[in-house]
């Protein structure tokens, strides 16, 4: 079974900093794209960010300049470095990676969830 387990989430001022990071486990054969989507209260999901396995990137125009993705494909993690936290990245951040799992058909999975709060 493919699991994706994240971490770092938390509470921030306006203009701090967090960094979150996701592991993938389990039976993998590949991992494409990795990257992580967000949920704010009454909205929808959408993309932060995300990195092919051969680099490659797309970042949210709010992302842009703030934030920073990066993998390590040896330990099939990604991490999302978030700095000058506003209170409107206020949500849930989710992991997310296309990954061909050794049982046969690609597909997305899905971590947890992690909460982000930035408030005074």
């Known amino acids: 079974q493919v699991q994706l387990v994240e971490s770092g989430g938390g509470l921030v001022q306006p203009g701090g900093s967090l960094r979150l990071s996701c592991a993938a486990s389990?039976?993998?054969?590949?991992?494409?794209?990795m990257g992580w989507y967000s949920k704010g209260q009454g909205k929808q999901r959408e993309l932060v960010a995300r990195?092919?396995?051969?680099?490659?990137?797309n970042y949210a125009d709010s992302a842009k300049g703030r934030f920073t993705i990066s993998r390590d494909n040896a330990k099939k993690s990604v991490f999302l470095q978030m700095n000058s936290l506003k209170p409107e990245d206020t949500a849930v951040y989710y992991c997310?990676?296309?990954?061909?799992?050794?049982?046969?058909?690609?597909?997305?999975?899905w971590g947890q969830g992690t909460q982000v709060t930035v408030s005074s």
């Open positions: 997310n990676a296309e990954v061909l799992p050794w049982s046969g058909a690609w597909d997305n999975y």
């Open positions: 389990g039976s993998i054969l590949s991992i494409n794209v």
């Open positions: 990195m092919y396995t051969g680099g490659n990137t």
